[in-house]
């Protein structure tokens, strides 16, 4: 069994308006997948429903065939759903090691009377994590940044910190919301690098983007979203090829 | 001497208050108007164990601070379900709330209070042995409250002040933090009450009023919020200028609001020319900038 | 003991001493509906409200509207300054909730200190007697004091309505308080209806504190108390429902009227943190009636 994700009949509206109209989506082991469509489509929203910041009205989400429907936000980070935010969410008044620092599944500082009374496996656990944050940064080109402030460093680099700080663990899924926005130059390309070998290293990742030539490169399949439904699932050739579509989003 | 000693002693108890508050309301994030409902909670439990059950002081001082830790954490579990802001509002019902219940209750000795509180130190070593057990217990609370904010546990309680959804969607519970964080702040009030209940033996319902908490909060803004030893500067400061003007002699009715009147024009100015308080970075430092910008 | 004519005589000196509870509550739930606001600062205004009408009528002997006609002069100035040369440059610095709290909070004390080194702590009322005249209606007994008070929370609640529904200003305070940053793009000033709200707000309160002052003895600290009862109103009624606070503050003074058929004296303040804590707990969001909606309350 490769499926990582799969979402059975979601459903979820804010008063009149439907952001998720009765959503089924799988994702497979080293597969990446697009999630495209306009402004409103409810993307972001199907991201919150699939790691809890939302619940859904009905429907069941399985990771790795387990339903994570009744585990909150924070214990779904732990199953392994790891995403990234459309503007980023850093930690602002920290650096940029410290961002990546509270990230690892068993981190040191969680618990209160370990930091007081453990102070040997504190100490350990926080080399690891150190050492596996400056593996992170170095592969991203950034080791050199690991002292700055986080609000010091350029967009394009704040937005490369927002996906290092999900890599600290090896969970089985990726979500990440528009992570070309706004990105160019060395950092595009590094982002494009790093996601390819995520999927590659065997994490499911899912891709909100509105760049379709990022979509188009990174992407074998891809899912056309349009008033919380989606509309069209296949590969990035079939949905640029389809004539709804491109009249509802590509523009003619 | 005699009052010389009493006002430190005083000035030891307020920089516990200080301290916890501080850890609560300045690196916690959490808004709540409800330190003094601890700190008596804390106060009557130790005196009510020391009338009733002749209880050794030490056990009935943690108890009294046990109390207000439990208390507290049936506060925040409550309402920071609903959501942040909500705990502002459920702290200033919950202090008017139970201190309407102390003043009514006979058990608490009603608006009276609690007198005959027994003196477990006597004699000439009783002031002394107060002065250490107080500023022993200032200087443990403030650097134990120092050592829990740096760290990996200090760094975790800044970044869910930073961005707490970011936060909690890395795995990180930020609910049960905020629980741990808000009942050490209130435990450490508690055990404020507690010592506070056994050096002056007699406590009441108008020591513990909702005022008490804008004065606690004057301390830790003056000071400097979330820096460690911004409320010891403020409780000293907040404490020792009164004494100062006590003697100029002013009638009473004169004395009570001028202070009021300097605190309250201290907050206001720090809060408009100097938001980080006497102990806090300056702003030309990254760390105040990216703190400023948040 | 269940006398129909006590009962009724209960439920409206009910609703009448709700009166000052339900203007008030108009206007800190209006401000928190636009601004967002936990305006503390309100319990100033109503200090500064009460004792200016204190001085005007017995330390200057001036005619009663002139002396409602200063309060509302200073109130109005106050609460404007406030939002001026203070809130305003909290809102443009980013400030967190918490400066707003304490902003609002120390600078009601600061008046309240003020207000005690000039007046001293002595309850004060407005004029020498509080005694107003009574008429039996029905077997009612009714004072002017009632009439008055229902008059004003009558007038005051429709008054805001046609405001709210009827007027351009009062539909640029809905858009403020539904988007603050989208209405600016619709070429809506937020801080004029910022200003706009602290004016109404005003008005509430010196109708309030006449009230109140004309009722009985006031201290520099009973408007502290008074706003619990606005923050309770509001909360139960539903945070950005103004008039479902309004409501929800004259069922409050009815329960709290009634419970003396049950209740000892001393405990009916409890009752009313009792009910703030269910408030709390259990409707988070406000009590929401499913079929009764007033026209300003959906959001």
Same mark, same amino acid.
């Given at each position: 069994?490769?499926?990582?994700?799969?979402?059975?009949?979601?459903?979820?509206?804010?008063?009149?308006?439907?952001?998720?109209?009765?959503?089924?989506?799988?994702?497979?082991?080293?597969?990446?997948?697009?999630?495209?469509?306009?402004?409103?489509?409810?993307?972001?929203?199907?991201?919150?429903?699939?790691?809890?910041?939302?619940?859904?009205?009905?429907?069941?989400?399985?990771?790795?065939?387990?339903?994570?429907?009744?585990?909150?936000?924070?214990?779904?980070?732990?199953?392994?759903?790891?995403?990234?935010?459309?503007?980023?969410?850093?930690?602002?008044?920290?650096?940029?090691?410290?961002?990546?620092?509270?990230?690892?599944?068993?981190?040191?500082?969680?618990?209160?009377?370990?930091?007081?009374?453990?102070?040997?496996?504190?100490?350990?656990?926080?080399?690891?994590?150190?050492?596996?944050?400056?593996?992170?940064?170095?592969?991203?080109?950034?080791?050199?940044?690991?002292?700055?402030?986080?609000?010091?460093?350029?967009?394009?680099?704040?937005?490369?910190?927002?996906?290092?700080?999900?890599?600290?663990?090896?969970?089985?899924?990726?979500?990440?919301?528009?992570?070309?926005?706004?990105?160019?130059?060395?950092?595009?390309?590094?982002?494009?690098?790093?996601?390819?070998?995520?999927?590659?290293?065997?994490?499911?990742?899912?891709?909100?983007?509105?760049?379709?030539?990022?979509?188009?490169?990174?992407?074998?399949?891809?899912?056309?979203?349009?008033?919380?439904?989606?509309?069209?699932?296949?590969?990035?050739?079939?949905?640029?090829?389809?004539?709804?579509?491109?009249?509802?989003?590509?523009?003619? | 001497?005699?009052?010389?000693?009493?006002?430190?002693?005083?000035?030891?108890?307020?920089?516990?208050?200080?301290?916890?508050?501080?850890?609560?309301?300045?690196?916690?994030?959490?808004?709540?108007?409800?330190?003094?409902?601890?700190?008596?909670?804390?106060?009557?439990?130790?005196?009510?164990?020391?009338?009733?059950?002749?209880?050794?002081?030490?056990?009935?001082?943690?108890?009294?601070?046990?109390?207000?830790?439990?208390?507290?954490?049936?506060?925040?579990?409550?309402?920071?379900?609903?959501?942040?802001?909500?705990?502002?509002?459920?702290?200033?019902?919950?202090?008017?709330?139970?201190?309407?219940?102390?003043?009514?209750?006979?058990?608490?000795?009603?608006?009276?209070?609690?007198?005959?509180?027994?003196?477990?130190?006597?004699?000439?070593?009783?002031?002394?042995?107060?002065?250490?057990?107080?500023?022993?217990?200032?200087?443990?609370?403030?650097?134990?409250?120092?050592?829990?904010?740096?760290?990996?546990?200090?760094?975790?309680?800044?970044?869910?002040?930073?961005?707490?959804?970011?936060?909690?969607?890395?795995?990180?519970?930020?609910?049960?933090?905020?629980?741990?964080?808000?009942?050490?702040?209130?435990?450490?009030?508690?055990?404020?009450?507690?010592?506070?209940?056994?050096?002056?033996?007699?406590?009441?319902?108008?020591?513990?009023?909702?005022?008490?908490?804008?004065?606690?909060?004057?301390?830790?803004?003056?000071?400097? &919020?979330?820096?460690?030893?911004?409320?010891?500067?403020?409780?000293?400061?907040?404490?020792?200028?009164?004494?100062?003007?006590?003697?100029?002699?002013?009638?009473?009715?004169?004395?009570?609001?001028?202070?009021?009147?300097?605190?309250?024009?201290?907050?206001?100015?720090?809060?408009?020319?100097?938001?980080?308080?006497? &102990?806090?970075?300056?702003?030309?430092?990254?760390?105040?900038?990216?703190?400023?910008?948040? | 003991?269940?006398?129909?004519?006590?009962?009724?005589?209960?439920?409206?000196?009910?609703?009448?001493?709700?009166?000052?509870?339900?203007?008030?509550?108009?206007?800190?739930?209006?401000?928190?509906?636009?601004?967002?606001?936990?305006?503390?600062?309100?319990?100033?205004?109503?200090?500064?409200?009460?004792?200016?009408?204190?001085?005007?009528?017995?330390?200057?002997?001036?005619?009663?509207?002139?002396?409602?006609?200063?309060?509302?002069?200073?109130?109005?100035?106050?609460?404007?300054?406030?939002?001026?040369?203070?809130?305003?440059?909290?809102?443009?610095?980013?400030?967190? +909730?918490?400066?707003?709290?304490?902003?609002?909070?120390?600078?009601?004390?600061?008046?309240?200190?003020?207000?005690?080194?000039?007046?001293?702590?002595?309850?004060?009322?407005?004029?020498?007697?509080?005694?107003?005249?009574?008429?039996?209606?029905?077997?009612?007994?009714?004072?002017?004091?009632?009439?008055?008070?229902?008059?004003?929370?009558?007038?005051?609640?429709?008054?805001?309505?046609?405001?709210?529904?009827?007027?351009?200003?009062?539909?640029?305070?809905?858009?403020?308080?539904? +988007?603050?940053?989208?209405?600016?793009?619709?070429?809506?000033?937020?801080?004029?209806?910022?200003?706009?709200?602290?004016?109404?707000?005003?008005?509430?309160?010196?109708?309030?504190?006449?009230?109140?002052?004309?009722?009985?003895?006031?201290?520099? +600290?009973?408007?502290?108390?008074?706003?619990?009862?606005?923050?309770?109103?509001?909360?139960?009624?539903?945070?950005?429902?103004?008039?479902?606070?309004?409501?929800?503050?004259?069922?409050?003074?009815?329960?709290?009227?009634?419970?003396?058929?049950?209740?000892?004296?001393?405990?009916?303040?409890?009752?009313?943190?009792?009910?703030?804590?269910?408030?709390?707990?259990?409707?988070?969001?406000?009590?929401?009636?499913?079929?009764?909606?007033?026209?300003?309350?959906?959001?």
């Amino acid at each position: 069994m490769t499926q990582v994700l799969r979402t059975v009949d979601l459903n979820k509206r804010f008063g009149g308006i439907v952001v998720s109209d009765n959503i089924n989506i799988t994702i497979d082991r080293g597969e990446i997948l697009g999630l495209i469509g306009p402004n409103g489509a409810g993307k972001t929203s199907l991201f919150n429903l699939i790691s809890g910041v939302l619940r859904p009205d009905s429907g069941s989400i399985f990771l790795n065939g387990q339903a994570v429907d009744t585990s909150p936000l924070y214990k779904r980070a732990r199953m392994g759903i790891a995403r990234t935010w459309q503007n980023m969410l850093l930690f602002r008044t920290m650096t940029v090691i410290e961002n990546l620092l509270i990230a690892p599944r068993e981190y040191a500082g969680e618990s209160i009377l370990r930091v007081t009374f453990g102070l040997g496996s504190v100490r350990s656990a926080e080399r690891q994590a150190r050492e596996r944050a400056l593996g992170i940064l170095d592969r991203m080109g950034l080791a050199g940044t690991a002292e700055s402030m986080v609000t010091d460093l350029p967009f394009g680099q704040q937005k490369l910190i927002g996906l290092a700080r999900t890599l600290m663990n090896d969970g089985p899924l990726l979500l990440l919301d528009e992570p070309m926005a706004g990105v160019e130059g060395a950092a595009y390309e590094t982002m494009q690098a790093v996601v390819r070998q995520e999927a590659a290293l065997g994490r499911a990742v899912c891709v909100v983007e509105h760049n379709v030539s990022f979509i188009r490169d990174l992407c074998s399949r891809a899912v056309f979203m349009a008033n919380g439904k989606i509309l069209q699932d296949g590969t990035v050739e079939e949905l640029i090829a389809s004539k709804a579509l491109t009249e509802l989003y590509f523009g003619v | 001497m005699e009052y010389l000693a009493t006002v430190t002693i005083l000035i030891a108890i307020y920089v516990i208050l200080a301290a916890s508050y501080n850890l609560v309301i300045g690196y916690g994030g959490l808004a709540t108007v409800a330190h003094p409902i601890f700190f008596a909670i804390g106060a009557y439990v130790s005196g009510l164990l020391a009338i009733h059950v002749g209880m050794p002081p030490i056990l009935s001082v943690a108890l009294g601070a046990v109390a207000a830790m439990v208390a507290s954490v049936l506060l925040a579990a409550s309402s920071l379900r609903v959501s942040g802001d909500y705990l502002l509002i459920a702290s200033l019902g919950f202090q008017l709330g139970l201190l309407q219940l102390i003043r009514n209750l006979e058990l608490t000795g009603g608006p009276g209070g609690l007198s005959n509180i027994p003196s477990t130190i006597t004699g000439a070593a009783r002031t002394p042995a107060f002065l250490a057990i107080t500023i022993g217990l200032a200087a443990v609370s403030v650097l134990g409250i120092r050592a829990i904010v740096r760290g990996p546990y200090g760094r975790a309680i800044t970044a869910m002040r930073d961005e707490e959804l970011a936060f909690t969607a890395l795995g990180r519970n930020a609910m049960s933090m905020k629980i741990v964080i808000f009942a050490i702040g209130c435990g450490v009030a508690g055990m404020a009450g507690g010592v506070y209940a056994y050096y002056f033996q007699y406590v009441s319902p108008e020591q513990f009023e909702v005022l008490q908490s804008a004065q606690i909060l004057t301390m830790v803004v003056l000071g400097g &919020m979330a820096t460690a030893y911004g409320p010891v500067v403020g409780a000293v400061l907040l404490l020792a200028i009164p004494q100062a003007i006590t003697f100029l002699n002013l009638p009473q009715n004169i004395m009570a609001p001028l202070q009021g009147i300097i605190f309250t024009v201290l907050v206001l100015l720090f809060l408009f020319l100097r938001p980080t308080g006497i &102990m806090g970075a300056s702003e030309s430092k990254p760390r105040a900038r990216a703190t400023e910008a948040a | 003991m269940y006398d129909p004519v006590i009962l009724a005589q209960i439920f409206w000196t009910g609703v009448a001493t709700s009166a000052p509870h339900v203007l008030m509550t108009l206007g800190f739930a209006l401000t928190l509906k636009v601004t967002g606001l936990w305006n503390f600062a309100q319990a100033g205004f109503m200090a500064i409200a009460f004792y200016t009408m204190f001085f005007a009528l017995n330390g200057l002997d001036l005619p009663i509207f002139i002396a409602v006609l200063l309060a509302i002069g200073t109130t109005v100035v106050a609460s404007l300054a406030t939002e001026v040369y203070g809130l305003q440059v909290l809102r443009e610095r980013q400030s967190g +909730n918490l400066t707003f709290f304490i902003f609002t909070l120390i600078l009601s004390q600061f008046i309240m200190y003020v207000i005690t080194l000039i007046f001293g702590t002595e309850p004060q009322t407005l004029f020498k007697s509080i005694l107003s005249p009574v008429q039996i209606i029905g077997g009612v007994a009714v004072s002017d004091w009632d009439l008055l008070g229902v008059g004003l929370m009558v007038m005051g609640m429709v008054a805001l309505w046609l405001f709210m529904a009827f007027t351009k200003e009062g539909q640029f305070l809905t858009a403020v308080s539904d +988007n603050a940053k989208l209405a600016e793009l619709y070429g809506i000033s937020a801080r004029r209806s910022y200003r706009v709200t602290a004016v109404i707000a005003s008005l509430f309160i010196v109708a309030s504190m006449y009230l109140v002052g004309s009722h009985g003895g006031v201290v520099p +600290n009973s408007p502290l108390e008074l706003i619990l009862g606005a923050v309770l109103g509001t909360l139960l009624g539903g945070i950005g429902r103004v008039f479902a606070a309004a409501a929800a503050s004259i069922f409050l003074a009815l329960i709290q009227s009634f419970s003396i058929l049950v209740l000892a004296s001393r405990w009916q303040n409890l009752l009313l943190y009792g009910f703030l804590f269910v408030a709390i707990v259990v409707f988070p969001r406000g009590v929401r009636l499913p079929k009764f909606r007033f026209a300003l309350a959906g959001r």
